[in-house]
């Protein structure tokens, strides 16, 4: 195992698992146990910014080349979950339109979270190629006005800022822009933060994200609920920082789960395209709690590593990769 990837590599996990338990509230006795979404897109964001700036730097491709690059690390998998679960599973055949095909496919709205990343790759490579440091303070001062200017437009009667449209986005490219400092200032974050500090800050960070959030859904202060944006950054950061120690990874190596956690975090991708197809289950559904999420768990891996497989295959054969 890498150890130099583990950092990265474990907070997939954390992400991919924090996305999937929000998403589980049907599987739940309590609802409000389906949390971590937003944290858990966060991290991937961020973590998506971060490679992306080692990846330029280490092979400085021309706009299209590289963004072809990003299309084939996400797109062939899209597709293959899509003829797999809806069109053949769910006999999706009988009934969609080439519209429909085109919604999962090309422009995926049923998933957002690829929507954006195809989007905001195209600017992020525009200030990678700058190679101007100031560029990304620039880009962060305009989603930072940007956000302020939509937010004052929104609903704030209720919880909205995670809702379905575009407003997040400008939350979630503030969150690839930070991955990508992040790459920059990497030994400034290891320095200037000590791993107490950082332990205890997170630790902190939490409390008042819970707390905000347990008073926003309660329908307490909604107008401040932009806070929960806010305090993703510190926890997003120091979560890194954690991660990236060298005393915390060589520990974390030690463990035997280890290497079962960084391969969860491997299908990633594979685990947030299948996972609808699977919590909504009438079987899991009719099952009892905690056996459900358990089985959830197991189908979950395996289909994944199934669809990881058959999407290898395919690109060998077609020698696309």
């Known amino acids: 195992m890498n150890k130099h990837r583990i950092d ?71 597709i293959i979950v899509t003829i797999l679960f809806p069109v053949l599973y769910n006999q999706m055949w009988q009934k969609w339109s080439f519209d429909d095909y085109f919604g999962y496919m090309v422009w995926p709205n049923n998933y957002w979270f690829i929507s954006a990343m195809m989007v905001f790759y195209v600017f992020v490579y525009l200030i990678l190629k700058s190679e101007k440091k100031s560029n990304y303070f620039v880009a962060a001062i305009i989603l930072f006005f940007a956000y302020s200017y939509f937010y004052n437009q929104l609903d704030l009667s209720g919880f909205v800022i995670e809702a379905a449209g575009y407003f997040k986005w400008l939350f979630y490219a503030g969150m690839m822009l930070l991955g990508c400092l992040i790459a920059i200032y990497k030994n ?76 969860v975090g491997s299908i990633a991708l594979e685990i947030y395209l299948i996972q609808e197809f699977v919590y909504s289950h009438e079987i899991l559904l009719d099952m009892i709690f905690p056996f459900n999420v358990l089985v959830f768990w197991l189908l979950v891996i395996l289909l994944a590593y199934t669809v990881k497989l058959i999407t290898n295959k395919v690109l060998a054969v077609t020698k696309i990769r």
Request: hydrophobic content about 55%.
């Open 8 to 78: 990265t590599d474990l907070l997939r996990f954390i992400a991919i698992v924090l996305i999937t338990n929000s998403h589980l509230d049907l599987l739940f006795p309590i609802k409000e146990m389906g949390v971590g979404g937003s944290i858990g897109n966060s991290i991937f964001f961020m973590l998506s910014g971060y490679g992306l700036w080692i990846s330029y730097n280490n092979n400085k491709l021309n706009m299209i080349n590289w963004y072809a690059r990003r299309v084939m690390r996400i797109y062939p998998t899209l």
């Open 188 to 263: 400034v974050i290891l320095d200037k933060i000590g791993l107490i500090s950082a332990f205890l800050f997170l630790f902190l960070s939490l409390f008042l994200y819970g707390s905000v959030k347990l008073l926003v859904h309660k329908g307490f202060y909604t107008e401040a609920q932009f806070l929960l944006h806010l305090l993703t950054f510190p926890i997003v950061i120091l979560l890194f920082r954690l991660l990236a120690d060298e005393k915390v990874k060589s520990t974390v190596l030690t463990y035997r789960m280890t290497p079962l956690l960084v391969f």
